[in-house]
């Protein structure tokens, strides 16, 4: 199983980008995917996740209304569009996938079983 994040870049504070996470390897319309990010001497956490069929979502609090988590099972792939961003929301964001849990939304990142490489999100105040 693979997974190949992209999208990541610099922006200015207000600004947007849209993280997108290709998935390789296995069924991607039966796993239940999530975003995570990392910054410089923070732990990993959760921001955002999302079940098989797309209904169910939901997000950290600090990105409710300014970041939308989707996925087309057609295309093997889940996005995180992130809008009105901010300086703290600089981070290594990282998308996960997990098979073997039947909850909608997965909040702990040691319930996933395979990771993307990463993708650095970068915000200039």
């Known amino acids: 199983v693979q997974l190949q994040a992209s999208g990541g870049g610099l922006v200015q504070a207000g600004g947007s980008l849209r993280l997108s996470c290709v998935v390789s390897?296995?069924?991607?319309?039966?796993?239940?995917m999530g975003w995570f990010r990392q910054a410089p001497g923070k732990e990993r956490e959760f921001v955002a996740g999302?079940?098989?069929?797309?209904?169910?979502?939901d997000y950290r609090d600090s990105v409710k209304g300014r970041f939308i988590i989707s996925r087309d099972n057609a295309k093997n792939t889940l996005y995180l569009q992130m809008n009105s961003l901010k300086p703290e929301d600089t981070a290594v964001y990282y998308c996960?996938?997990?098979?073997?849990?039947?909850?909608?939304?997965?909040?702990?990142?040691?319930?996933?079983?395979?990771w993307g490489q990463g993708t650095l999100v970068t915000v200039s105040s």
């Open positions: 996960a996938a997990a098979w073997n849990f039947r909850a909608p939304v997965l909040y702990s990142w040691t319930s996933y079983d395979y």
């Open positions: 390897g296995r069924t991607f319309s039966t796993c239940v």
């Open positions: 999302i079940n098989r069929s797309g209904v169910r979502k």
